[in-house]
Nanobody, 122 residues
């Protein structure tokens, strides 16, 4: 079965950086695209970033203003989200999702992790 485990969340101050990890198992890692989503208290789930199975194409939410970077390491079956210049509005539970394509993930056909909490204080 597919298993995705997020880690790396925590409490940071505004302006600091954090790197999230998503460790995948139960799949052929290189055959899957991955994405990060986040959900703040009282708000809808929001797309953050995605990366194709080849790793050479990435997509980001326009609202991030270039602060986040998604990457993958096939040798470790792990996807990362580097978050720089964090702001209080970035506070949310961050979720990792995997699917055969990025489109499949957006169509709710992917698998999801349990999430990791990111809290940014001002």
């Amino acid at each position: 079965q597919v298993e995705l485990v997020e880690s790396g969340g925590g409490l940071v101050q505004a302006g600091e950086s954090l790197r999230l990890s998503c460790a995948a198992s139960g799949i052929i890692f290189s055959n899957y695209a991955f994405a990060w989503f986040r959900q703040a208290p009282g708000k809808e789930r929001e797309f953050v970033a995605a990366i194709k199975k080849s790793g050479d194409t990435t997509h980001y939410a326009d609202s991030l203003n270039g602060r986040f970077t998604i990457s993958r390491d096939n040798s470790k079956s792990t996807v990362y989200l580097q978050m720089n210049s964090l702001q209080p509005e970035d506070t949310a539970v961050y979720y990792c999702a995997a699917g055969f394509t990025i489109a499949a993930i957006h169509a709710d056909l992917g698998s999801w992790g349990q999430g990791t909490q990111v809290t940014v204080s001002s």
